[in-house]
Nanobody
Framework: QVQVVESGGGLVQAGGSLRLSCTAS????????MGWFRQAPGKEREFVAS????????LYADSVKGRFTISRDNGINMVFQQMNSLKPEDTATYYC????????????????WGQGTQVTVSS
């Protein structure tokens, strides 16, 4: 029911920045919880950040606190993730997620997912 598309990945050097964008398209007026997950080769998908429908509350994985910022356009289901001070261990495919319930660590399934955007951080 929801089409999710993310973009903004790329190749950067350690210490650099990227800004990811995601749009969850729907014909309804529902505002979704939205978030970002990532999966590196050979590793499980992990929670990165999430934001409530109002945009007033955010949640971050410990590994990205202070470096990543999630935000949204509160008028539509569009979310951004500013990633600063990138580290090689941030290298992964980043997936945008939209769902009707809160997105928290351990909730790696559920809702609607984008196809992913690749982030590669060189050492």
């Amino acid at each position: 029911q929801v089409q999710v598309v993310e973009s903004g990945g790329g190749l950067v050097q350690a210490g650099g920045s990227l800004r990811l964008s995601c749009t969850a398209s729907t014909r309804t007026s529902i505002r979704y919880y939205m978030g970002w997950f990532r999966q590196a080769p050979g590793k499980e998908r992990e929670f990165v950040a999430s934001i409530t429908p109002s945009g007033r509350t955010t949640l971050y994985a410990d590994s990205v606190k202070g470096r990543f910022t999630i935000s949204r356009d509160n008028g539509i289901n569009m979310v951004f993730q500013q990633m600063n001070s990138l580290k090689p261990e941030d290298t992964a495919t980043y997936y945008c997620n939209a769902r009707s319930v809160n997105i928290v660590p351990g909730s790696e399934t559920g809702g609607s997912w984008g196809q992913g955007t690749q982030v590669t951080v060189s050492s």
